[in-house]
Structure formats: C-alpha cells, structure tokens
T-cell receptor, first 113, second 114 residues
C-alpha cells in the first residue's frame, strides 16, 4: 500500500528566507505526486504535480519541487518566502483504481516578519 | 464562478443525531470524493463516486452513507453521530478516475458533535 511521510510537523522561517519542505513516499509503481496548500479555514489548493518527464516541476506562487526516485522524495522548495505563504502544506501520492489520493500528515509553515 | 461548493460550512449537533452535508460541483467533472480531516489535520479519503457509481469505500462505518443523485452532486448522510465524527469534511471532484486527474477541493464543512 502507498504511504507518504512528511517528517517536519512545524517549520518556521523568516520572510525572504528560502524554504524546503520534505516529502517521502512509498509506492510500488511510478508515483503521481502532488503538493497541496491549505490556508487557515480554507480548502486545499494544488501547488504543483509530477507525473513523468522533467523531475523538477514548477508550480504556482513561485514554488517548485524535485522528484528523486532514488530517494523516494518529492521535496517542495521556494527561494524566498512571503508572509502570505504561512499555511499547512500537504504532500500526496495518487494511484489509479479510482484516483485515490493518499496524503502525508502535513507541515505547518510559519513565517516570521 | 466555477467551483466545488459545500453546505453547510459549519454544523454543530448533538450525539445520536442524523445530519447531511451537501456538495455540488459545476466543473463538469465525472468523479467526486469525500475526505475527512481530523483534529490533527490528517486527511483521509472516505468515498469516491464516478458517474454516480460508488468506486471507493475506505472502510468507513456504515453510519456514513454517500448519495449521488447526479454527476454534479455528492451528499454525505451521517446517522447516529458520535463524538469521533467531529472533523472537517471536504468534498472534491476530478474529471475522471485516472491518477493524473487533478482533484479540486471544496471549502470544507466543519462538523462538531457535542
């Protein structure tokens, strides 16, 4: 069965600093990988996704993620964080058989001004 | 606006009651989902419907009964509510059931069982 691990429950960064959120997955086949963001009291918004091809994918709001098959990782990065990036970030793996998304436990990002 | 909408946004009720949450999408999608987010923010799929047909049922208690009257609507009825049902319930939709079909999420319904 597939699983997703986000090792960092909370991360605090200063505005303008770089950011990396970690995600490791376990899945027997080629994974479909996603990063979602959830702002307080809101639903989930897709930041970016990886299906195949170039292992560095660009998303919205200046985010990017790199797929590393050898490390089973799909880490999310942003070169310069803005205060409005404070939110909960979820990594997920998608599988066929109904398009089931399995989520990690999330990383809460706080941004210090 | 094209979107996934849910009603109500907040629901507070007593243990033992029966309640329903409604979801509608106007994206023309064929597939809809219900997810549960617990107090620790953990998100887990509950059900998925494709063209009104149930395709995913993730060992959810049978007190939970989804109903899809048409492709644009997926409602969730919960019988005999328990304290542990308190959570945020998210509806989502996607074009189809392929793993590369992006899921669009609604704003969530926060259910509190007293």
């Amino acid at each position: 069965a597939q699983s997703v691990t986000q090792p960092d429950i909370h991360i605090t960064v200063s505005e303008g600093a770089s950011l990396e959120l970690r995600c490791n997955y376990s899945y027997g086949a080629t994974p479909y990988l996603f990063w979602y963001v959830q702002s307080p009291g809101q639903g989930l918004q897709l930041l970016l996704k990886y299906f195949s091809g170039d292992t560095l994918v660009q998303g919205i709001k200046g985010f990017e993620a790199e797929f590393k098959r050898s490390q089973s990782s799909f880490n999310l990065r942003k070169p310069s964080v803005h205060w409005s990036d404070a939110a909960e970030y979820f990594c997920a793996v998608g599988t066929g058989g109904g398009n089931k998304l399995t989520f990690g436990t999330g990383t809460q990002l706080k941004v210090e001004l | 606006d094209t979107a996934v909408s849910q009603t109500p946004k907040y629901l507070v009720t007593q243990m033992g009651n029966d309640k329903s949450i409604k979801c509608e999408q106007n994206l023309g999608h064929d597939t809809m989902y219900w997810y549960k987010q617990d107090s620790k923010k953990f998100l887990k799929i509950m059900f998925s419907y494709n063209n009104k047909e149930l395709i995913i049922n993730e060992t959810v208690p049978n007190r939970f009964s989804p109903k899809s009257p048409d492709k644009a609507h997926l409602n969730l009825h919960i019988n005999s509510l328990e304290l542990g049902d308190s959570a945020v319930y998210f509806c989502a939709s996607s074009r189809g059931t392929r793993a590369d079909n992006e899921q669009f999420f609604g704003p969530g319904t926060r259910l509190t069982v007293l």
